[in-house]
Structure formats: C-alpha cells, structure tokens
C-alpha cells in the first residue's frame, strides 16, 4: 500500500468490492448474514476502519468455508449476531467510536468545569 491509498481509501474500497463479490457467490441466508455482520462491526472500528478488514475477511471466509460444508448459518453464528460481532470486536459489550468518544468527551467537560 502506498502513500496516497493510504490517505484515500482506495485500497480498501477495492478490498471492500472483493468482499462483496465473494458474498454474492454466498446462499441467500448467508448473504443476509453477511449484511448483518457488515452492519454491525464497522461501529467497532477504529477512525479508519482499517482494523475491521482482517475481521471482515476473517467471518467472510468462515461463511464460505461453512457453506461449502453445507451447514446451516444460525448452527455457525447463533442467534445472536450482534452478539457475535462484539465478541469479534475484542470482548462482549465491546465498546463502539461512539462510546469511546462520549467518554472522552465527558472527561474534557468534568476537567473544565472541576477547573
């Protein structure tokens, strides 16, 4: 990856389209799975979203690999797929950019007004 993909992206909108075309190729529960999953790790990214991508690519190869063998995809991710994905993200109750920055925020406001 070089300097300017890094700044604009592209390298993972390219990495993202891959994605997507290897989830099409997927039975229709799994791609609806797949949206799911999508949906609900990219708030436990970083400010890039780099470091969902491996996750990403990681969950999208357990889906291929699963359906291959023919096994149901609720056998594979249970009924929680939120659930699912916050323990992906690193722990259950995993914290999202939006948590993490209330918190920040509420810290720099108790600093001004402790002042």
């Given at each position: ?44 990214s970083d ?69």
């Amino acid at each position: 990856m070089n300097f300017w993909e890094k700044i604009t992206g592209s390298d993972m909108i390219n990495e993202l389209k891959t994605f997507e075309s290897r989830a099409k190729k997927l039975p229709a529960d799994y791609q609806a799975a797949w949206e799911e999953i999508n949906a609900n790790l990219w708030p436990h990214s970083d400010f890039t979203g780099r470091n969902i991508m491996p996750i990403l690519d990681g969950v999208l190869g357990l889906l291929e690999e699963t359906a291959a063998d023919g096994q149901r995809v609720h056998e594979v991710l249970g009924d929680d797929v939120k659930g699912f994905c916050s323990a992906l993200a690193g722990e259950e109750g995993a914290k999202s950019f939006r948590d993490k920055w209330r918190e920040q925020l509420n810290k720099n406001i108790a600093k001004k007004l402790s002042k």
